[in-house]
C-alpha cells in the first residue's frame, strides 16, 4: 500500500520555526517529484513549495520565499519543509504530495495533479 505520511506540525509562535516531515511507504521518494501544500479555512489549497525528481531548482510560493526550505533525505525516504520566521498567515493544514509525471516544481506545486496525497499536519502560528 503506497501511503505519504507528514508529521511535525503543531502550534508555534509568531517568529517561531517548525519542520515538517513527509515519509513514503510502500514507494520510494527519490523517483518522485514531492510537493508541500497548505489549505487554510475558507481558502482554496496552495502550493507552498516543490521539488522535481532530478534535481532542479525547488519552487516556492513568493510568500514563503526565503523563510521555508524543502529537501530531501534519501536514506530516511523522507522530505522535509523547514519552515522559519513562521507568521500568523502560515496557519493551515499543511500536506504533502508525491507526482510522478514529468513537470517542472512550479508546475507540481500550481497544476496540484500530484498522484498521491498524504492527509496532512496542522500548523498553527499564534501568540
Known amino acids: 500500500q503506497l501511503q505519504l505520511v507528514e508529521s511535525g506540525g503543531g502550534l508555534v509562535q509568531p517568529g517561531g520555526s517548525l519542520r515538517l516531515s513527509c515519509t513514503g511507504s510502500?514507494?520510494?521518494?527519490?523517483?518522485?517529484?514531492i510537493g508541500w501544500f497548505r489549505q487554510a479555512p475558507g481558502k482554496e489549497r496552495e502550493g507552498v513549495s516543490c521539488?522535481?525528481?532530478?534535481?532542479?531548482?525547488?519552487y516556492y510560493e513568493d510568500s514563503v520565499k526565503g523563510r521555508f526550505t524543502i529537501s530531501r533525505d534519501k536514506a530516511k525516504n523522507t522530505v522535509y519543509l523547514q519552515m522559519n520566521s513562521l507568521r500568523p498567515e502560515d496557519t493551515a493544514v499543511y500536506y504533502c504530495?508525491?507526482?510522478?509525471?514529468?513537470?517542472?516544481?512550479?508546475?507540481?506545486?500550481?497544476?496540484?495533479?500530484?498522484?498521491?496525497w498524504g492527509r496532512g499536519t496542522q500548523v498553527t502560528v499564534s501568540s
Open positions: 504530495a508525491a507526482d510522478g509525471g514529468i513537470r517542472t516544481a512550479q508546475q507540481i506545486c500550481e497544476m496540484q495533479l500530484s498522484n498521491y
Open positions: 521539488i522535481d525528481n532530478s534535481n532542479g531548482r525547488p
Open positions: 510502500g514507494f520510494t521518494l527519490d523517483y518522485y517529484a
